[in-house]
């Protein structure tokens, strides 16, 4: 999900990835603005300006959860067994504090589960339990 805001520029200097993960900064600020880069403040109403501040808020606070998961869990192919359990369980805590946050009133999920988070056509939306 967060491939499209990537790029070299922020992830070469990195290689082999450091402990300041300062560098995500920019990843996460063109993930949060990318839906409302191209809006004109200056042409919204006062309550238009709320929710353009609300989408933003929101997806940036998306963005930074997804981002510190991604983080945790980047290259842990050649780490020990109990490295692998504690950065799943960082990533984990970070989705579930996000969902927490967002507080959406339901949850879909694919049954049976599609590759890519994407649900094909035979697949049936459910609830979660």
Partial sequence: M???YITTVDVLPQLP???NASWAAPV???CAMTLTLHILLGMLTPQEVRIHVAVEGMV????Q???LAWLELFDIEGESEAKV???IE???RCINELMTWLEWSLWLRCDPACGFGVCN???KFLLPH
């Fill in 28 to 30: 996460v600020c063109r």
């Fill in 17 to 19: 990835m450091s402990a």
């Fill in 65 to 67: 959860r997804l981002t």
């Fill in 85 to 87: 359990a504690e950065a």
């Fill in 2 to 4: 967060l491939m499209p």
């Fill in 90 to 92: 960082v990533g984990s």
């Fill in 60 to 63: 940036c606070e998306i963005c």
């Fill in 121 to 123: 056509s035979t697949s």
